[in-house]
């Protein structure tokens, strides 16, 4: 595993002294060095068993230890309240984990499974969203299981320290990117920041220019980019760029037409969007909140750059979807010597690189939140279109039944591609908050 070491995950282990502590403390023992391999691991060395232990690991979780999951691992058969009081107290992702017996066909020496199943239904009754995983960590598929619901609790957590600029409103007419700030709030623990369109109006009648990580512009039809439309892409990059530095964030939602592309002539917006994605902005064009929202939490899963995307037509014979948009990054690109700038410099032209990937949408539908996840197959098929994209091939069902259904149940018109199988993780953010997860 390669995780983040800066990231605290909790973990204790409860029981009841009349059990086997022996069985139990090393099972804790094993857990947490390979919990270690990956992430900075907080709570106590033994099995807790009495009120004195438990109280002194709840106060240092909610003090200077502060992890962002937590692991409440029944040892033993537990106390029924330790683990509610646990969960009531310490309010982050949690997962429940019992452990196999030593010697089922001798005795029982821990009783961890039934403990599991008097925990999980107190805390479903408690509505306490959680996660039971049962077997050993060194289980291949406990790993797979535990990974992928420690990373959704993880960004779940930190998406709580977010807050998405919004740099104007939607773009005119797209009522797919409606949004509702309060249910972004109170789900994600999210905020928003309104930031007028005028400050990058005010920072373009600076005039300044930043050559940005471009020195040459090959047009699309051939030769070199205008020298205009080379200085009107540096002037929007730099006017942007000074907007996002100066907000102090770095999620966005921007409404870049019609008003900020028709400033300039010719507007050069675009390419500048996908620059400042290559250097950590997430931004999402038309003013797409939920947009940006969905690439800030793939960003957290994956730790790569998403590209915001259409879907603008299917492939029966290659069982493809067709992806294209303006604004992507460069770094996206299949390979940088096919970059291409439209004359006007408002479009940029490259083919997405090939490999494994997962197109995703979290949606707004009848003031509440669902999940859309396609896992495709990027195909190394070069595109002929005046801006960024590529062929995704659907895995799991044909490119024409994944249309139809998004189609049918009325999904938004933008989605967001990561690179990897990312289905663990999302079905993982749905069992923490509740929010359902179609996946196709």
Same mark, same amino acid.
């Given at each position: 595993?390669?995780?983040?070491?800066?990231?605290?995950?909790?973990?204790?282990?409860?029981?009841?002294?009349?059990?086997?502590?022996?069985?139990?403390?090393?099972?804790?023992?094993?857990?947490?060095?390979?919990?270690?391999?990956?992430?900075?691991?907080?709570?106590?060395?033994?099995?807790?068993?009495?009120?004195?232990?438990?109280?002194?690991?709840?106060?240092?979780?909610?003090?200077?230890?502060?992890?962002?999951?937590?692991?409440?691992?029944?040892?033993?058969?537990?106390?029924?309240?330790?683990?509610?009081?646990?969960?009531?107290?310490?309010?982050?992702?949690?997962?429940?984990?019992?452990?196999?017996?030593?010697?089922?066909?001798?005795?029982?020496?821990?009783?961890?499974?039934?403990?599991?199943?008097?925990?999980?239904?107190?805390?479903?009754?408690?509505?306490?969203?959680?996660?039971?995983?049962?077997?050993?960590?060194?289980?291949?598929?406990?790993?797979?299981?535990?990974?992928?619901?420690?990373?959704?609790?993880?960004?779940?957590?930190?998406?709580?320290?977010?807050?998405?600029?919004?740099?104007?409103?939607?773009?005119?007419?797209?009522?797919?990117?409606?949004?509702?700030?309060?249910?972004?709030?109170?789900?994600?623990?999210?905020?928003?920041?309104?930031?007028?369109?005028?400050?990058?109006?005010?920072?373009?009648?600076?005039?300044?220019?930043?050559?940005?990580?471009?020195?040459?512009?090959?047009?699309?039809?051939?030769?070199?980019?205008?020298?205009?439309?080379?200085?009107?892409?540096?002037?929007?990059?730099?006017?942007?760029?000074?907007?996002?530095?100066?907000?102090?964030?770095?999620?966005?939602?921007?409404?870049?037409?019609?008003?900020?592309? &028709?400033? =300039?002539?010719?507007?050069?917006?675009? /390419? $500048?969007? *996908?620059? #400042?994605?290559?250097? %950590? @902005?997430?931004?999402?064009?038309?003013?797409?909140?939920?947009?940006?929202?969905?690439?800030?939490?793939?960003?957290?899963?994956?730790?790569?750059?998403?590209?915001?995307?259409?879907?603008?037509?299917?492939?029966?014979?290659?069982?493809?979807?067709?992806?294209?948009?303006?604004?992507?990054?460069?770094?996206?690109?299949?390979?940088?010597?096919?970059?291409?700038?439209?004359?006007? &410099?408002? =479009?940029?032209?490259?083919?997405?690189? /090939? $490999?494994? *990937?997962? #197109?995703?949408?979290? %949606? @707004?539908?009848?003031?509440?939140?669902?999940?859309?996840?396609?896992?495709?197959?990027?195909?190394?098929?070069?595109?002929?279109?005046?801006?960024?994209?590529?062929?995704?091939?659907?895995?799991?069902?044909?490119?024409?039944?994944?249309?139809?259904?998004?189609?049918?149940?009325?999904?938004?018109?933008?989605?967001?591609?990561?690179?990897?199988?990312?289905?663990?993780?999302?079905?993982?953010?749905?069992?923490?908050?509740?929010?359902?997860?179609?996946?196709?």
């Amino acid at each position: 595993m390669k995780e983040n070491k800066e990231l605290k995950v909790g973990l204790i282990s409860v029981g009841v002294p009349w059990f086997d502590q022996d069985v139990a403390k090393r099972n804790l023992e094993e857990t947490r060095a390979w919990l270690e391999e990956a992430w900075t691991v907080v709570g106590p060395s033994d099995v807790v068993v009495d009120n004195p232990a438990l109280e002194a690991a709840v106060q240092n979780f909610l003090t200077h230890q502060r992890p962002q999951v937590l692991i409440i691992q029944i040892g033993t058969f537990p106390d029924g309240e330790v683990p509610l009081s646990i969960a009531e107290r310490v309010r982050v992702p949690i997962i429940i984990h019992s452990l196999p017996e030593p010697e089922i066909e001798k005795r029982i020496a821990i009783n961890s499974l039934c403990g599991a199943n008097l925990t999980t239904f107190t805390l479903t009754e408690m509505g306490f969203a959680h996660k039971a995983i049962h077997g050993f960590v060194s289980d291949p598929t406990v790993q797979v299981q535990m990974t992928a619901y420690i990373r959704a609790g993880l960004v779940l957590e930190a998406l709580k320290q977010q807050r998405i600029g919004l740099i104007g409103f939607r773009a005119p007419g797209f009522y797919p990117c409606v949004f509702d700030e309060l249910l972004i709030r109170r789900t994600f623990g999210v905020g928003i920041d309104h930031i007028p369109l005028s400050e990058v109006v005010l920072e373009l009648q600076k005039g300044h220019q930043n050559p940005g990580p471009v020195k040459e512009f090959p047009r699309i039809e051939g030769g070199d980019l205008p020298a205009e439309s080379v200085e009107s892409i540096q002037k929007y990059y730099t006017a942007l760029g000074s907007v996002l530095k100066n907000s102090g964030h770095s999620l966005f939602a921007i409404k870049d037409w019609p008003e900020i592309m &028709g400033l =300039e002539d010719p507007g050069g917006i675009w /390419p $500048g969007l *996908g620059w #400042l994605l290559d250097e %950590g @902005y997430l931004l999402a064009p038309e003013g797409d909140v939920n947009a940006a929202l969905s690439m800030a939490i793939l960003n957290g899963l994956t730790a790569s750059t998403p590209f915001f995307a259409d879907i603008s037509a299917w492939d029966d014979e290659s069982n493809a979807l067709a992806l294209w948009h303006y604004g992507g990054a460069p770094s996206l690109a299949r390979s940088s010597d096919e970059i291409r700038y439209g004359e006007e &410099g408002r =479009e940029v032209q490259f083919t997405l690189k /090939p $490999g494994r *990937g997962t #197109l995703v949408r979290f %949606g @707004y539908h009848h003031q509440q939140f669902r999940i859309l996840a396609i896992s495709v197959e990027m195909l190394d098929k070069k595109v002929q279109l005046r801006r960024a994209g590529g062929w995704a091939q659907t895995v799991n069902q044909p490119a024409r039944d994944v249309v139809q259904t998004m189609l049918d149940d009325g999904w938004e018109h933008h989605v967001v591609l990561t690179y990897g199988d990312i289905l663990p993780e999302l079905r993982a953010i749905s069992r923490f908050t509740g929010i359902p997860l179609t996946a196709l």
